[in-house]
Nanobody, 117 residues
Framework: QVQLVESGGGLVQPGGSLRLSCSAS????????MGWYRQAPGKQRELVAG???????TYADGVKGRFTISRENAKKTVYLEMNSLKPEDTAVYYC???????????WGQGTQVTVSS
């Protein structure tokens, strides 16, 4: 059973930065595409950034130029660097393996990001 553990969230002022981390307890981590999703109160979970097993990244329009996804296969970890944060980025952030945006594994507990002055 795959276990995903997200960390790095917190309370930050608008314009601030955070770096999220997600570790996966899975042998074949380096072979799967990963993604960061978020779910704001009252909204559906959405994919905000994806990274292929070779490191190619894609981003949702609302975070392009502000968020950077990366991965470190030796540590079975995926990161999300978030800069110029806005109040609308407030959400619980999750990582997961993904195929064409569809999550493949059970969800972890997520990490709360709150952007507020």
């Amino acid at each position: 059973q795959v276990q995903l553990v997200e960390s790095g969230g917190g309370l930050v002022q608008p314009g601030g930065s955070l770096r999220l981390s997600c570790s996966a307890s899975v042998t074949l981590f380096s072979f799967v595409a990963m993604g960061w999703y978020r779910q704001a109160p009252g909204k559906q979970r959405e994919l905000v950034a994806g990274i292929s097993n070779s490191g190619s990244a894609t981003y949702a329009d609302g975070v392009k130029g502000r968020f950077t996804i990366s991965r470190e296969n030796a540590k079975k970890t995926v990161y999300l660097e978030m800069n110029s944060l806005k109040p609308e980025d407030t959400a619980v952030y999750y990582c997961n393996a993904q195929s064409r945006g569809n999550a493949l594994w059970s969800w972890g507990q997520g990490t709360q990001v709150t952007v507020s002055s």
